[in-house]
């Protein structure tokens, strides 16, 4: 087994912190686009665009087929504005899957045709010393909070004449913090820091001279998180697509934000058997700390490229965190084992070479979960057809 290259931590961090400073809720990710892609230009990863945005990478092998993908998602929640109100502050609708319990007492930027405004995020009833305990009984919806502006607005007409729209993104501060323990805490690590870690497995591999085994393709989508992601994005003969992404640590979730999560299941249903496992035994054999994991709500790049029709083995690679769509926090741990178990895949041959080339009627190339005598092997003993079956003509 050859040495794997080890991650390059420091510049895992600085691009990480690099990318939360850039505003990339879904629909508004042209900035992170082009940062991402002059990082690829930097190690030496050739690409191509599409036309929204989505960056396909190609790290060569000794062979083009079959091809692998990676894949890692640059945009993020946010909010867009719905409604410019009578008093002069926003209604605000949800960009992704999020609660507004979390969006409650944050900073944000208002991106207008013509420039930016701040402001916060409050509930309707923002004052203790004006409603009293009314504050704590006030419903958690995104009917129930607004955003005041930084500005002399106090009617709807203030708003227009600021130059403020219906359809304007709302982008929330990322507040990070890398403290001495190791732990990162922002709002947007999901995916930010997959992105970083899947960056510095590519720098690595680059630095060490190492040749894939075969062609793999890392792939950076813009949107992810309202569920199209990776849908258009695999024009090759891709057999084996890994996402990349965040793995919630909460009671009932198996994950730690030590380690890399593997996903056997999501909201889409289970992942590739031979694949997540091939995964798994990659980690084993390289000493890298991982747990597998289930997520019950939750849909990846890799779910959206299956629903596309692309016939392709799928598994989910995913970094420790908690609080996920909150304020996040993980751990240089969990993203040095995923940036590494990722290493460790680009470099691994295929999981079956076959994959090339559909079975076309044989099952000689066709994969086993387990030996037939194996799996159907029971505790549970049953009778033999023979013994409870006779032909007619023994009846008489």
């Known amino acids: 087994m050859q040495q794997l290259p080890e991650p390059d931590l420091d510049y895992l961090q600085k691009v990480l912190l690099e990318m ?38 190609t790290l060569k092998g000794k062979q083009s087929s079959p091809d692998r993908a990676v894949s890692a998602h640059l945009d993020t929640i946010g909010a867009i504005v719905r409604e410019l109100q009578d008093n002069g502050r926003l209604g605000l609708a949800a960009v992704g899957c999020w609660s507004s319990r979390f969006a409650e007492g944050s900073r944000v930027s208002v991106f207008t045709d013509h420039g930016v405004i701040r402001g916060s995020v409050l509930p309707l009833m923002a004052s203790g010393h004006a409603f009293n305990t009314a504050v704590d009984q006030l419903p958690i919806s995104w009917d129930h909070v607004e955003l005041r502006l930084d500005a002399y607005c106090s009617t709807r007409a203030d708003c227009e004449s600021l130059g403020i729209s219906v359809g304007d993104f709302v982008a929330f501060d990322p507040l990070p913090e890398f403290t001495e323990s190791g732990h990162i805490s922002a709002r947007h690590l999901d995916d930010k820091a997959g992105v970083a870690a899947l960056l510095t497995a590519l720098k690595a591999i680059k630095e060490s001279g190492i040749e894939p085994e075969i062609d793999c393709h890392p792939l950076f989508t813009i949107t992810e998180e309202v569920g199209s992601g990776a849908a258009a994005a695999l024009p090759w003969d891709v057999s084996e697509f890994v996402g990349i992404d965040i793995a919630p640590v909460a009671p009932g979730q198996q994950s730690s934000e030590h380690t890399v999560s593997v996903a056997m299941q999501d909201s ?129």
């Not at 940062?35 to 599409?50: D, K, N, Q």
Request: proline share 6%; charged share 25%; with cysteine.
């Open 268 to 396: 889409g249903g289970p992942y590739d058997y031979h694949l997540s496992r091939q995964l798994l035994r990659l980690a084993e054999e390289n000493e890298v700390p991982v747990r597998r994991d289930l997520f019950r709500y939750y849909h990846s790049d890799a779910q959206s490229a299956v629903t596309a029709g692309h016939d392709i083995r799928t598994a989910l690679l995913a970094f420790g965190c908690d609080a996920t769509h909150g304020y996040e926090r993980t751990h240089i741990d969990s993203l040095k084992a995923l940036s590494r178990l990722l290493a460790a895949y680009l470099l691994s041959p295929p999981v079956f070479a076959s994959d090339a080339q559909p079975a076309q009627g044989s099952l000689e190339r066709f994969s086993h979960q387990l030996e037939h005598d194996a799996q159907m092997e029971s505790d549970t003993r049953l009778p033999t057809v023979d013994s409870l079956w006779r032909p007619r003509d023994q009846d008489a």
């Open 20 to 57: 939360l400073a850039i505003p990339s809720p879904t629909g508004f990710t042209d900035t992170i686009v082009r940062y991402v892609a002059e990082r690829l230009e930097e190690i030496g990863i050739p690409f191509e665009m599409t036309r929204r945005g989505t960056i396909r990478g």
